[in-house]
Nanobody, 121 residues
Framework: QVQLVESGGGLVQAGVSLRLSCAAS????????MGWFRQAPGKERDFVAS????????YYADSVKGRFTISRDNAKNTVYLQMNSLEPEDTAVYYC??????????????WGQGTQVTVSS
């Protein structure tokens, strides 16, 4: 069992940066691939980024490539999402997830409660 808690969301203006954090409980964090997803009002939950257990494999959605960076610190049981050059279209609830392998949302067994990111124009 893994419990995930996201933090770092907020209301910001377009063009600024935010860093989201996702803290995991337990001693097995390093065994899990981690992902970030987001869900805007009235839309489906979309993939944002994923990182493998040792950080060697990283993937991004096309919409965030070059602006967002996913990273993890296994010693701190934490995964991060650095978001630069934020756009109003990035407004959503952001969720972190843990799973045996990275992939679509169905691959992840554990989810956090989400953190709201609102970008004003």
């Amino acid at each position: 069992q893994v419990q995930l808690v996201e933090s770092g969301g907020g209301l910001v203006q377009a063009g600024v940066s935010l860093r989201l954090s996702c803290a995991a409980s337990g001693r097995t964090f390093s065994r899990y691939a981690m992902g970030w997803f987001r869900q805007a009002p009235g839309k489906e939950r979309d993939f944002v980024a994923s990182i493998s257990q040792n950080g060697g494999n990283i993937y991004y959605a096309d919409s965030v490539k070059g602006r967002f960076t996913i990273s993890r610190d296994n010693a701190k049981n934490t995964v991060y999402l650095q978001m630069n050059s934020l756009e109003p279209e990035d407004t959503a609830v952001y969720y972190c997830a843990a799973g045996a392998v990275a992939g679509p949302a169905s691959k992840y067994a554990y989810w956090g409660q989400g953190t709201q990111v609102t970008v004003s124009s």
